[in-house]
């Protein structure tokens, strides 16, 4: 299926390591021009160093703190001046803060609401007019399926990634007229850093797989997933195939989420 990403140029914040970097791969690989951002850069140019010993083609790389404002207007700027225009936005940024409520301190709130609302807000706004100049664009916020079912000691996380969900929704309403698409994915347990690190703390003897497959996760597939498995969904949801597909938050979890 051609999914006509074909010389579109695409953002992704958060896009050094996992789901942003395999996105960014996927998205290269359908003819996209991408640019990825985070706030590490050696770990922006190993990553851009191995799209291009995959894909043969260089993606732009530029470190930023999506918790600044002013870093926000600066990566999406730079974005549309290097390839001339920008068609789509992933707003990926973020991290695991799982506390339980009264060990939550101010501080640690603002971050978490810096990072994954404010930093997806800052970027959007800052899209806006390169989208409205193409007459086209697509949004994707990364949040979790944990803010739709939220547990005990699961803040401020679920408290953020909740709105998240209430932000891609208002948005999609907003930006239809312009035809500009909001969608957000709920991420469940994706293979990445933080997972291994619990594999490697908890089952040490086990392998990956039978770490992933134990029925303490509550995954009805029975499995723990795969970093491509989240892009290849993300990279559905900007493309043309999706262009009738605005204000959904679909779940990437193996069906563990109690709730649609």
Request: hydrophobic share 40%.
């Given at each position: 299926?051609?999914?006509?990403?074909?010389?579109k140029?695409a953002?992704?914040?958060?896009?050094?390591?996992g789901?942003?970097?395999?996105?960014?791969?996927?998205?290269?690989?359908?003819?996209?021009?991408?640019?990825?951002?985070?706030?590490?850069?050696?770990?922006?140019?190993q990553?851009?160093a191995?799209?291009?010993?995959?894909?043969?083609?260089?993606?732009l790389?530029?470190?930023?703190?999506?918790?600044?404002?002013?870093?926000?207007?600066?990566?999406?700027?730079?974005?549309?001046?290097?390839?001339?225009?920008?068609?789509?936005?992933i707003?990926?940024?973020?991290?695991s803060?799982?506390?339980?409520?009264?060990?939550v301190?101010?501080?640690?709130?603002q971050?978490?609401?810096d990072?994954?609302v404010?930093g997806?807000?800052?970027c959007?706004?800052?899209?806006l007019?390169?989208?409205?100049?193409?007459?086209?664009?697509a949004?994707?916020?990364?949040?979790?399926a944990?803010?739709?079912?939220?547990?005990a000691?699961?803040?401020?996380?679920?408290?953020?990634?909740?709105?998240?969900?209430?932000?891609?929704?208002?948005?999609?309403?907003d930006?239809?007229?312009?035809n500009?698409?909001v969608?957000t994915?709920?991420?469940?347990?994706?293979?990445?850093?933080?997972i291994?690190?619990?594999?490697?703390?908890?089952?040490?003897?086990l392998?990956f797989?039978?770490?992933?497959s134990?029925?303490i996760?509550?995954?009805?597939?029975?499995?723990?997933?795969?970093?491509?498995?989240?892009?290849?969904?993300?990279?559905?949801?900007?493309?043309?195939a999706?262009?009738?597909v605005?204000g959904?938050?679909?779940?990437?979890?193996?069906g563990?989420?109690g709730?649609?």
């Amino acid at each position: 299926m051609d999914l006509g990403l074909q010389g579109k140029v695409a953002l992704i914040t958060g896009a050094s390591k996992g789901i942003g970097l395999e996105t960014a791969l996927h998205l290269v690989r359908e003819g996209a021009m991408v640019a990825i951002c985070a706030r590490n850069e050696d770990n922006l140019q190993q990553a851009a160093a191995m799209i291009k010993d995959q894909t043969g083609i260089e993606v732009l790389y530029i470190k930023a703190d999506i918790t600044k404002e002013e870093e926000c207007k600066k990566v999406v700027n730079q974005t549309a001046e290097h390839y001339g225009r920008l068609d789509i936005l992933i707003n990926n940024a973020g991290t695991s803060s799982a506390n339980p409520f009264e060990t939550v301190e101010t501080d640690l709130w603002q971050h978490d609401l810096d990072l994954k609302v404010f930093g997806a807000i800052h970027c959007s706004k800052a899209a806006l007019p390169y989208m409205r100049r193409g007459g086209q664009g697509a949004i994707v916020n990364v949040t979790a399926a944990i803010a739709k079912t939220p547990a005990a000691s699961s803040l401020p996380t679920t408290v953020s990634r909740a709105a998240g969900m209430a932000l891609t929704k208002a948005m999609s309403k907003d930006l239809g007229k312009d035809n500009i698409r909001v969608n957000t994915v709920c991420i469940g347990l994706i293979r990445s850093d933080q997972i291994e690190n619990l594999w490697k703390k908890q089952a040490p003897n086990l392998t990956f797989e039978q770490f992933g497959s134990d029925p303490i996760h509550g995954i009805p597939l029975g499995r723990i997933g795969r970093t491509e498995e989240a892009a290849k969904v993300i990279t559905f949801l900007v493309s043309e195939a999706a262009s009738y597909v605005t204000g959904t938050a679909i779940n990437i979890d193996g069906g563990k989420c109690g709730t649609l």
